[in-house]
DNA sequence: CCTGTAGTAGACCAGTCTGTATATTAAGAT
DNA sequence: ATCTTAATATACAGACTGGTCTACTACAGG
């Protein structure tokens, strides 16, 4: 093979960051070539899906890696409330460090290029699936052994089969997904990270704690 | 004046229309035009600021638009978590109705946009204060009576000056926000309602009822 | 040595982008 | 009736878009 074996890997990376920052149509195609030091042809013989398939695979990526950080952090404590508030914390050390640029990876191309694409919508449901599942794995671990609350068990027939607060844990994994995207989203907005501290300490009302 | 006086409003509001959907650099002034049925000469009469200023404009109008919708579901019921429940359904009626296409007003241009303006940045946080005033109004107006928690009462020096519990109410109004923007990002990525009823099922954990 | 091919390099295309400049029209004042 | 101004209507500019095309380079196998 010619040259380099990494243009590939490299333009995928070069989007991810771009794309991050920027959301997917305020990112050209020029610039992720100019960043990432490599010419057009070589774009369209790696991806000849062109832009899209540029996307899919990018945010495929940025949601790996940060998958992969969550559970690092996660599996580091035995606490949930704990293990969470390590992970904001993470997002928030990535937010101060790029200006605030760097919220959360997946959301501005969920919201700037899911009503074009279907492909890159699904990817990014896929990333946030995945991140869910390893939050709903962490709450599993640590506090599956509560009664799980009890506001709405009236219309449950016989769902859960294993686990007895399973659906419960899923729908909590759920409501601290969505905390700590908005508080994400919030925090980048308003240049502030404070967004980020108030869900941190409200994460153990959330969890189900007597009060914190 | 000639023609029409009304061409200003028209073109906010279709502006506010199509960056709500597509956000901000997916969406060409020329579709503003278009859809708004009016010629470029005009938009840069009324719009000198151009795009920037247009999209500043249309952030706001999208802004006040909910939270008036907000402020009226809100002083509508006298149990806060009720309240937000319907602020939830509201959401997701919206959210039903286009197909998905329209979630959080702002998100979208907050998100791809705010690296590039700061103007634009500005009216984005602008409104969620905005909409954080509503919540934390409606939440004074019915819990400001409990002892607002303690976890982290260790590193406050005396900052909370009229209200006991306005800096807790505050930080409260955050975290539900910050779920409830969350819950739309999700549900809108996914094609589905399921993350703002995890979040209105937990919204009396999170405000420290017993279990309810 | 020669050829096939993976990969690189960049010119090029048609379309779109935001923004500007120049008419043209309609109303209000004098 | 005329002059001014508010507003509309387009034509146009220059830059940039994503995408295609062809030429070229470097390596591998025969």
Same mark, same amino acid.
């Given at each position: 093979?010619?040259?380099?074996?990494?243009?590939? *890997?490299?333009?995928?990376?070069?989007?991810?960051?771009?794309?991050?920052?920027?959301?997917? !149509?305020?990112?050209?195609?020029?610039?992720?070539?100019?960043? +990432?030091?490599?010419?057009?042809?070589?774009?369209?013989?790696?991806?000849? +899906? +062109?832009?899209?398939?540029?996307?899919?695979?990018?945010?495929?990526?940025?949601?790996?890696?940060?998958?992969?950080?969550?559970?690092?952090?996660?599996?580091?404590?035995?606490?949930?409330?704990?293990?969470?508030?390590?992970?904001? =914390?993470?997002?928030?050390?990535?937010?101060?460090?790029? $200006?605030?640029?760097?919220?959360?990876?997946? =959301?501005?191309?969920?919201? $700037?290029?899911?009503?074009?694409?279907?492909?890159?919508?699904?990817?990014?449901?896929?990333?946030?699936?995945?991140?869910?599942?390893?939050?709903?794995?962490?709450?599993?671990?640590?506090?599956?052994?509560?009664?799980?609350?009890? *506001?709405?068990?009236?219309?449950?027939?016989? =769902?859960?089969?294993?686990?007895?607060?399973?659906?419960?844990?899923?729908?909590?994994?759920?409501?601290?997904?969505?905390?700590?995207?908005?508080?994400?989203?919030?925090?980048?907005?308003?240049?502030?990270?404070?967004?980020? !501290?108030?869900? +941190?300490?409200?994460?153990?009302?959330?969890?189900?704690?007597?009060?914190?």
């Amino acid at each position: 093979m010619p040259r380099r074996t990494d243009t590939r *890997e490299r333009m995928v990376r070069t989007a991810a960051d771009l794309f991050h920052a920027q959301g997917y !149509h305020a990112t050209g195609l020029n610039q992720v070539l100019a960043e +990432g030091g490599a010419p057009k042809g070589s774009l369209y013989f790696h991806f000849p +899906g +062109g832009k899209e398939q540029l996307a899919v695979e990018a945010v495929a990526l940025a949601g790996d890696d940060l998958r992969t950080a969550l559970e690092a952090v996660l599996s580091g404590t035995d606490d949930p409330v704990e293990g969470l508030n390590q992970a904001l =914390a993470l997002l928030g050390e990535n937010l101060e460090r790029s $200006d605030f640029k760097h919220g959360c990876p997946i =959301a501005t191309v969920a919201l $700037d290029a899911s009503a074009d694409s279907e492909p890159i919508r699904e990817a990014c449901a896929d990333v946030y699936d995945s991140w869910q599942r390893i939050i709903a794995e962490h709450l599993n671990r640590h506090v599956a052994d509560e009664p799980a609350a009890g *506001e709405a068990g009236t219309d449950e027939p016989a =769902a859960h089969q294993s686990a007895p607060g399973e659906a419960a844990t899923d729908e909590l994994a759920t409501v601290v997904l969505a905390a700590i995207e908005g508080a994400v989203l919030l925090a980048r907005t308003r240049r502030d990270l404070s967004p980020l !501290h108030a869900v +941190g300490a409200r994460l153990g009302a959330l969890l189900g704690r007597p009060t914190g």
